[in-house]
């Protein structure tokens, strides 16, 4: 069986960078470096990326919550690690890049996964878990355990914390956390649910 490092590797390698990136980006699709998307957002550091996608140790088969897709990237890299037997759900607050993703995505022929806009007030997308592995693409302030109830038994979340990169196992009742090296991200934002007069 293919260790992380080689199922990660052959992701990068079928879902280059270079297609989820706008245009005035596509020169740059070879830099180890953070490009921006618009919006504020950014396409992460591939680099990072392999170091995320290793830590989360994607299986086939498996359901993954993907928080703040951006661009698609992630959330098609994800895809390939599940194969069509998987599900991948990509959850973005930017409009616009929901459609960018949603694109994306279709251009890269993995329709076991797609891009949803994220509901106003709620953090991922708990009507639709429990998920075996949860990625999270932007820094939180705190561990997000609206996140955490959201994997199912023997799950992993993924989610850089105050600059550290953190790997959480949910083991029966308990949780393992573990840290795994600085890293910087654009902040986690959540937006808040409307409120009725």
């Known amino acids: 069986m293919a260790s992380a490092h080689e199922r990660v590797a052959a992701a990068l390698e079928a879902m280059p960078r270079v297609r989820f990136l706008p245009r005035d980006q596509v020169a740059r699709a070879g830099q180890d470096t953070p490009l921006p998307i618009g919006h504020g957002q950014t396409n992460s550091q ?31 890299l994800l895809a390939h690690l599940t194969g069509p037997t998987g599900s991948v759900v990509g959850v973005e607050r930017v409009p616009a890049l929901v459609t960018v993703g949603a694109a994306h995505l279709a251009d890269a ?11 106003p007030g709620v ?24 996140l955490v109830a959201q994997l199912a038994p023997e799950g992993v979340l993924v989610v850089p914390v105050r600059g550290r990169m953190l790997r959480v196992r949910a083991i029966g009742a308990d949780l393992v956390v573990e840290e795994h090296g600085w890293y910087r991200f654009v902040p986690l934002v959540e937006d808040r649910a409307p409120t009725s007069r």
């Open 109 to 119: 022929g993995v329709p076991w996964a797609r891009v949803e806009p994220a509901a």
């Open 123 to 146: 953090l991922g997308r708990p009507s639709e878990g429990p998920y075996n592995r949860i990625l999270v693409s932007a820094q939180a302030s705190r561990l997000p355990h609206e």
């Open 46 to 76: 591939p680099t990072t990326v392999r170091q995320v996608l290793e830590l989360l140790d994607v299986h086939e088969g498996d359901t993954v919550l993907d928080v703040g897709s951006g661009s698609g990237w992630t959330t098609a």
